[in-house]
Nanobody, 123 residues
């Protein structure tokens, strides 16, 4: 499975961006997709995740109420809508897929990764 992430860019504080992650093949319902991010000099961290079966969503505390993860099963695509962006949201954002319906916050639990898409939030 190949994942293609897109949608990053430069935005001012308070602005919005929508990231997309397209899978190269149909994703089984027994799977989960997550977004991680890595800021310069920091470790990669979990941002949000979604179960393909049932659509349950999970968020890091730092993005709750500002970010929304969703999916379009017909298009094998997961989205991350990011609102009220802050300078501390600046990072490379990666989507990842794992077999198994549990959304893990540890990057080691994911089997496939997309390339990063850079989000820069100016103050």
């Amino acid at each position: 499975v190949q994942l293609q992430a897109s949608g990053g860019g430069l935005v001012q504080t308070g602005g919005s961006l929508r990231l997309s992650c397209v899978a190269s093949e149909r994703t089984s319902n027994d799977a989960a997709t997550a977004w991680f991010r890595q800021a310069p000099g920091k470790e990669r961290e979990f941002v949000a995740g979604i179960r393909w079966s049932g659509g349950n969503t999970y968020y890091a505390d730092s993005v709750k109420s500002r970010f929304t993860i969703s999916k379009d099963s017909a298009k094998n695509t997961v989205f991350l809508q990011m609102n009220s962006l802050k300078p501390e949201d600046t990072a490379d954002y990666y989507c990842a897929l794992r077999w198994g319906s549990t959304v893990h916050t540890s990057e080691q639990r994911y089997n496939y990764w997309g390339q990063g898409t850079l989000v820069t939030v100016s103050s």
